[in-house]
């Protein structure tokens, strides 16, 4: 998963079917009684969605106790935090196969004992949808679901659960819909049945719970698009309202780094196919009483992705859309391919957390960088920037928390440090990869590690966490045992200065520079008057100063060229291009007057070098030694 603030930031039922649909199941049974019945059988109709509510008929394999209870997960792989998806489930009944009604007992949110199990045959409940479902709090957006005459994002975890001691068993899943809905997913489909015109009945399996829960689907007006990276299908599948964002847009901006990513990858991926499913909402026009805003970004998946955002143009979206789609891309190595017992037996009720939260989101995160600065998709400088802003976000976190300890206990002690793994995961992930390379004098790399530990393990075979250091230990060098002990499993920070310099790069915390520009300002984008608006000014620099440009300002122009939203990145990149001491700057901005009402204001300054104090400075060294030249380039280029 990655994270990502509430506004924009700156800048297949197979074989016999099974024809039993939500309001009609008195009339349909499936042809296998419950005494043969292997697996799992769930029926939704989307054509009779009503308040935001669905009907979920849920026909089961063979129970073989007197009691049984069902579950509906309360926590899920990704999100590591307590969801309790089983409170958007009410009116649940249990049925034995003559009709018969079982008594129930809803033991808590989540958990339903259903006695005289051994006759049970099916469940009928109706479902909540999460997006404006006023307990809706702590659900993030991309692991919720929606109901929409337009739109349906249904994460089965939400929907549907299990018989506690089944989840291996087979789910065949069949939801009716209209034929103006296309479902974008990674399940696999089985051909539809047309049981009446312009109604359609589309059928997924899944060979048990975890594939099952772990491959969500979109339905919407068919907007999609699709491509190969090496043997792997790509697919977007898209909902935008109004329309100012298509699938192939955020496929045609996603293709540099996706094939960047297959490149390092070797041009073997672990997965055969990859869907993207990207639901946005008009950000001012939400449903009234919505609970999901300011829950934007993506939930990664092991063959798939959910990204919820609000709907702006390509343009204004791209970069930080690429950078979502980078990372979440890159989780088919980890954990889909490396991942601990703790990951492939999920407990879904009360799991039981691996130490290598780090591995899985860390790594992820500062490769998702590093892939796009070796494919020359970001130069150097935007690397370092990168870096820097990483190193500035692990400041706001415990230091003294090996992320051994914070990932075991992300969910009781420690929920407020998970958001470190972005930043200090990804730092110590690239300090790992610096501290392989120089014991292997480049040899070997933490992607190579990676590799060989996805063709010895794969997706249905973990590892353990307590001998994983060793086991990189073993592929890397041994004294990079010592090295984990010290800045994983305790909370030494790692040597950057000393690793750096090995490479030709000299790092220092903190430090000053003779700078040209702004100081520290940001500015935000402001749905009100659709444009970007001055957020904050700290340590304003001397131009700043003599524009008098102040908080509250909304950005029109900058020397002419225009700030608005989709605009903002490249004009003031083209800004800094040509940028010299001297130079006469020219802002364009409207500012309220003593009644509020806004104006336009023409600001004029010179631009002024001044010495800035910065920290994480990064600077290559001009006359690295070949030894460092080579390691460096082999990081950063190879």
């Not at 051994?118 to 929606?146: C, E, I, M």
């Not at 491509?227 to 977007?236: P, Q, S």
């Not at 909370?491 to 520079?513: C, D, N, S």
């Not at 001044?610 to 082999?634: G, K």
Request: glycine residues 6%; hydrophobic residues 35%; contains cysteine.
């Amino acid at each position: 998963m990655i994270r990502t603030p509430s506004s924009m930031p700156q800048l297949r039922l197979t074989g016999m079917a099974m024809l039993a649909f939500c309001g009609v199941m008195n009339a349909q049974k499936t042809a296998l009684s419950p005494p043969h019945r292997a697996h799992y059988a769930v029926s939704i109709d989307l054509t009779q969605c009503k308040n935001d509510q669905l009907e979920v008929l849920v026909e089961l394999p063979k129970i073989e106790q007197d009691e049984a209870i069902y579950l509906i997960p309360r926590i899920v792989p990704g999100t590591y935090g307590v969801a309790d998806y089983g409170k958007y489930t009410d009116g649940l009944e249990a049925f034995d196969i003559d009709g018969n009604k079982l008594l129930v007992n809803r033991l808590d949110l989540n958990r339903w004992q259903i006695k005289g199990a051994r006759k049970l045959d099916r469940l009928k409940y109706v479902t909540d949808d999460s997006f404006d479902h006023p307990d809706s709090v702590g659900v993030f957006g991309p692991a919720g679901s929606s109901f929409d005459q337009r739109v349906y994002l249904l994460n089965m975890f939400a929907l549907v659960g299990f018989v506690e001691g089944t989840k291996e068993s087979r789910y065949e899943l069949s939801i009716q819909t209209h034929d103006s809905l296309w479902a974008s997913t990674a399940l696999d489909r089985d051909s539809p049945l047309r049981p009446s015109e312009g109604i359609r009945v589309d059928r997924f399996t899944a060979p048990n719970y975890f594939e099952f829960h772990d491959r969500p689907l979109l339905y919407a007006r068919a907007d999609t698009a699709s491509l190969k990276i090496g043997d792997t299908r790509v697919e977007v599948g898209l909902f935008a309202p109004n329309k100012s964002l298509t699938a192939l847009d955020v496929l045609t901006e996603c293709t540099p780094v996706l094939k960047a990513i297959g490149v390092y990858l070797g041009g073997k991926m672990p997965t055969d196919r990859y869907s993207i499913l990207v639901y946005t909402d008009d950000p001012e026009n939400k449903p009234e009483g919505a609970q999901h805003i300011g829950s934007y970004g993506a939930l990664e998946h092991h063959t798939s992705t959910v990204v919820y955002m609000p709907e702006y143009p390509i343009e204004f979206l791209g970069y930080e859309f690429v950078n979502i789609v980078a990372h979440e891309f890159l989780h088919i190595v980890t954990p889909l391919n490396v991942h601990s017992r703790e990951i492939e037996d999920f407990d879904f009720f009360q799991p039981a957390m691996s130490e290598h939260l780090w591995l899985y989101e860390g790594t992820t995160e500062y490769t998702s960088v590093l892939v796009q600065k070796r494919e020359g998709l970001i130069d150097e400088e935007e690397f370092f920037d990168e870096l820097t802003d990483k190193l500035e976000s692990t400041e706001e976190f415990n230091l003294d928390l090996p992320m051994t300890v914070m990932s075991r206990h992300v969910l009781d002690i420690f929920p407020d440090e998970y958001l470190s793994v972005y930043s200090r995961g990804a730092i110590l992930s690239m300090s790992l990869d610096l501290e392989i390379r120089w014991l292997t004098q480049g040899e070997n790399s933490l992607r190579d590690v990676l590799s060989e530990m996805s063709r010895s393990y794969g997706p249905s075979r973990p590892f353990d966490d307590a001998t994983l250091f060793d086991e990189i230990s073993r592929r890397t060098h041994p004294d990079l045992r010592r090295w984990l002990a010290l800045h994983v499993e305790g909370a030494q920070a790692p040597p950057l200065e000393t690793q750096l310099a090995r490479f030709g790069i000299e790092y220092k915390a903190q430090g000053t520079r003779q700078s040209l520009g702004f100081g520290d300002i940001t500015y935000d984008y402001d749905e009100s008057c659709d444009c970007m608006v001055v957020s904050g000014i700290e340590n304003p620099s001397p131009l700043t100063i003599d524009l008098d440009l102040r908080i509250g300002d909304r950005l029109r122009e900058l020397n002419g060229a225009s700030l608005a939203p989709e605009k903002v990145r490249e004009t003031f990149a083209l800004f800094f291009e040509d940028l010299r001491a001297g130079s006469s700057v020219k802002f364009e901005v409207e500012r309220p007057d003593a009644k509020g009402r806004f104006k336009i204001k023409k600001l004029k300054g010179k631009a002024t070098v001044y010495a800035q104090s910065i920290s994480h400075i990064f600077e290559l060294e001009e006359s690295p030694t070949p030894e460092a030249l080579r390691l460096r380039e082999q990081w950063l280029k190879n």
